[in-house]
């Protein structure tokens, strides 16, 4: 006689794998949906609200008067690429951390926190933020750009981006130093080597601890949009760790 628990138990696990099959599958549309979507600015700031459509305001119109002054880094970025004649810049290229598939899954669900946010109304309407809880992200989309900054050996010029672990990092990938013109005249006046490597100090600082992105400062471009009592603070808390140089911002007053 046939036990009538063995097709069930059959049916059962071709309805889990079905199941399984669907969720997986749905999963990846969802994804690839996502990643299309987020791709384009007005859908980014359709689940924000006042600080990230101001940040949308700000960019746009700077690039329809490329003559007034950019009022922050974010809206330097579209205002270069503008300039360049390049791809247009997105929201999209600052938050997507490396482009690794860690970080894309990272982004996408960072994206669906923010609309459960946006639908719960318990959003931060706070337009001058100075802080992010996923700042990583973005740290990581910053040493992806600008990876030629933190491999620039330059003495005291560039010595606050080439001790960074990024910067030991974006070394660890590609294995090329440039020399500062600074530099370059001290070695051939001592007769020492250029360096062939990178010390690191393991300070956990963001690149938006010195350079705000959406922090208004129409006047600072030439001073890179940092705010020096910021960066004052991210200095000393560097030089802490190292046990050398200022630890007090008290002794970087007026610098």
């Known amino acids: 006689m046939m036990n009538s628990t063995q097709p069930r138990r059959k049916r059962g696990l071709v309805y889990l794998l079905a199941g399984c099959f669907a969720l997986l599958a749905l999963?990846?549309?969802?994804?690839?949906?996502a990643t299309a979507l987020e791709e384009h600015d007005p859908f980014c700031i359709s689940c924000h609200t006042a600080p990230e459509i101001t940040y949308y305001n700000r960019a746009y119109y700077a690039l329809d008067h490329p003559d007034e002054p950019i009022p922050d880094l974010s809206t330097l970025h579209y205002r270069a690429a503008q300039a360049a004649d390049s791809a247009p810049f997105k929201c999209i290229d600052c938050h997507?951390?490396?482009?690794?598939?860690?970080?894309?899954?990272?982004?996408?669900?960072?994206g669906a926190y923010d609309a459960l946010i946006y639908l719960l109304g318990q959003d931060d309407p706070t337009i001058e933020k100075q802080g992010t809880k996923t700042g990583w992200l973005a740290n990581a989309?910053?040493?992806t750009c600008h990876a030629e900054t933190l491999l620039r050996l330059d003495g005291i010029n560039n010595h606050f981006h080439t001790y960074l672990p990024q910067a030991k990092e974006a070394f660890s990938r590609s294995g090329a130093l440039t020399i500062g013109a600074g530099l370059q005249q001290a070695l051939s006046e001592s007769?020492?080597?250029p360096p062939a490597d990178l010390e690191s100090i393991a300070v956990q600082l963001l690149c938006s601890d010195c350079h705000q992105a959406h922090k208004a400062q129409p006047l600072a471009a030439d001073l890179f949009f940092m705010d020096s009592a910021l960066r004052n603070t991210a200095c000393v808390a560097c030089h802490m760790v190292a046990k050398a140089g200022p630890q007090d911002v008290r002794e970087l007053s007026g610098q």
């Open 27 to 33: 999963g990846s549309l969802s994804f690839a949906v």
């Open 96 to 110: 997507r951390g490396d482009g690794s598939l860690p970080h894309r899954l990272t982004t996408v669900a960072l």
């Open 141 to 143: 989309s910053c040493a």
């Open 191 to 193: 007769g020492d080597p």
